[in-house]
């Protein structure tokens, strides 16, 4: 088999650049071929994705969510195995399917050869692979600059956050889940495909292979006065601590197959970290899209 392997030399802080040469011995162990590129930008990512589709059996790659993201638009509808070495700041991908977030680790999941089919969404007429989410620190994902990130980590996001403290934006949401319909108002949105959010495991009981997506949101009133308010921040709180599950007037809970949303123009989405379309989106789960290396006996 041979092997195309692509990295984001500015994820993380930047620790996958250093080890690319080990990485290609490593690799050159177990398959015949191997090409290694650093890529510049997220358009070169996805154009050398959707050309090495054509040319490789496998394509590995590594940085973050956001080069996940990348990686999905360029594979389309081709058929290739994928490989992932975690390389960003949170690695919520890596985090839902059991992918260690170690270089040593991740590339003995590719050596050990086990792969299965995984699902992915598509959301209007883009790819992504775990969450479609707007509202409250949703946009710390993509605002927080790079060089932020390399320096504080996963606490770069934090500082971002704090930027928003007591200034969460409500939206309107009009939402249809499978023909189950909700109107409401909201501060978050998330729709779900994997189990990790920032690093919490706030879908505990989600799979990457089951067909289903989740949907979580935290309610709020139009107009909230300090207490409500006060009341969405120990919502968000309860959700990514003990779950989308929890049972909370202020937090709803659907899941389907089909999910669509209606929401001003202004509602900016994040898809896998990275910023998405405005306003009216429609999710839908792609059974069993993607094929990819994932640790063996490990729930998906």
């Known amino acids: 088999m041979n092997c195309l392997f692509l990295y984001n030399p500015s994820s993380g802080k930047g620790k996958i650049a250093k080890k690319a040469e080990y990485i290609r011995k490593r690799l050159q162990k177990t398959f015949e071929r191997v090409e290694v590129a650093a890529t510049t930008s997220a358009e070169d990512l996805e154009a050398r994705v959707r050309e090495g589709a054509e040319q490789f059996d496998v394509i590995l790659f590594s940085g973050g969510d956001g080069t996940f993201n990348h990686v999905l638009q360029g594979v389309g509808t081709h058929e290739v195995l994928l490989g992932y070495i975690p390389g960003g700041t949170t690695n919520d991908v890596a985090r839902s399917l059991g992918i260690p977030r170690s270089v040593k680790g991740a590339l003995r999941v590719i050596e ?29 994902t993509y605002a927080t600059p790079q060089n932020v990130k390399k320096k504080l980590g996963i606490l770069a996001y934090a500082f971002e956050c704090l930027k928003t403290v007591m200034n969460f934006k409500v939206f309107p949401l009009r939402i249809n889940c499978d023909g189950e319909t909700v109107e409401t108002s909201a501060v978050l949105a998330l729709v779900l495909n994997g189990r990790s959010v920032a ?36 919502s968000l709180a309860s959700l990514f601590l003990f779950g989308v599950k929890i049972k909370k007037k202020d937090i709803l809970y659907l899941h389907g197959r089909h999910i669509t949303i209606g929401t001003d123009n202004g509602v900016v989405w994040d898809l896998d970290g990275e910023e998405g379309m405005r306003g009216d989106i429609a999710v839908e789960v792609l059974p069993r899209r993607m094929r990819m290396f994932v640790p063996q006996n490990k729930k998906i």
């Open 112 to 140: 050990q050869g086990c792969s299965r089919r995984l699902d992915c969404m598509r959301v209007n007429d883009r790819y992504a692979m775990y969450i479609a989410a707007a509202g409250a620190f949703t946009r710390a």
């Open 199 to 234: 690093s919490f495991p706030i879908n505990r009981s989600g799979s990457m292979c089951d067909g289903q997506l989740e949907l979580a949101v935290i309610r709020q009133a139009e107009r909230p006065g300090f207490f409500r308010r006060i009341g969405a921040y120990f």
